[in-house]
């Protein structure tokens, strides 16, 4: 069993529709991370996290440490959203305290 | 600011020959990390840099991977003898500090495909 799980693994939408995409992790962690991968592009790093709720523009990551979960929601979706969603983890035994621990992305497509 | 600059973005190697690949950390971003992603998988962990000294190679294969970042110039993945299996997508990240603290900015990879 992975260490960090994304669900669900696709998601398509259609223009304009709230999107929720979830991740749950086994290990303990440090800080969260919610990464956009676009196709043949490179990864942007969206947030940063490790309690409660940030917002940037039309997106929301969340965190609930007791329960091990996170999820990002993405407010009136547009085409353009359409990426790999990755969730990564920091988690707390790493000795070098640095190191991410990837789940395997959620391709979202958002239809016009 | 230029970001974090990989290159070459595409590689082609035929088996058995060298792969090299660079990253260029942001300006006074210090950390470097390598991650590997294979066709159809996620992201994985190979290597963890600071300037000069490798901290964290628990990620990288035993044989043919090796990697530096010297004081001055870019880091550098080499691969040795490449074989099919080498050919994913290999991403760098950098950080001014430990990424814990500071997070990560990502590159926009190098392609590697061995024919």
């Known amino acids: 069993k992975n260490e960090v799980e994304q669900s669900p693994q696709n998601l398509t939408a259609q223009e304009g529709e709230f999107i929720t995409i979830n991740c749950s992790y086994s290990?303990?962690?440090?800080?969260l991370h919610w990464l956009q991968q676009h196709p043949g592009g490179g990864i942007v790093s969206l947030f940063m996290?490790?309690?409660g709720k940030k917002k940037h523009g039309r997106l929301i990551a969340t965190i609930n440490i007791q329960e091990k979960h996170s999820s990002l929601h993405i407010t009136a979706s547009h085409p353009r959203d359409s990426a790999v969603y990755i969730c990564?983890?920091?988690?707390?035994?790493?000795?070098?305290?640095?190191?991410?621990?990837f789940g395997e992305g959620t391709q979202l497509t958002v239809n016009p | 600011n230029a970001g974090v600059m990989q290159n070459p973005r595409h590689l082609v190697r035929r088996r058995g020959q060298e792969a090299r690949l660079r990253c260029s950390p942001m300006?006074?971003?210090?950390?470097v990390y390598w991650y590997r992603q294979l066709p159809e998988e996620g992201l994985k962990f190979m290597v963890y840099l600071q300037k000069e000294n490798i901290i964290d190679e628990s990620g990288m294969p035993k044989e043919r991977f090796s990697a530096e970042f010297p004081k001055e110039g870019p880091s550098i993945l080499r691969i040795q003898q490449v074989v099919r299996g080498d050919s994913a997508a290999y991403f760098c990240?950098?950080?001014?500090?430990?990424?814990?603290?500071?997070?990560?900015?990502f590159g926009s990879g190098t392609r590697l495909t061995v024919v």
């Open positions: 290990v303990g962690i440090s800080a």
């Open positions: 996290l490790s309690s």
């Open positions: 990564a983890v920091s988690p707390t035994q790493e000795t070098s305290g640095s190191r991410l621990t």
């Open positions: 300006k006074g971003h210090s950390h």
């Open positions: 990240a950098s950080s001014p500090g430990p990424g814990l603290t500071y997070g990560y900015t």
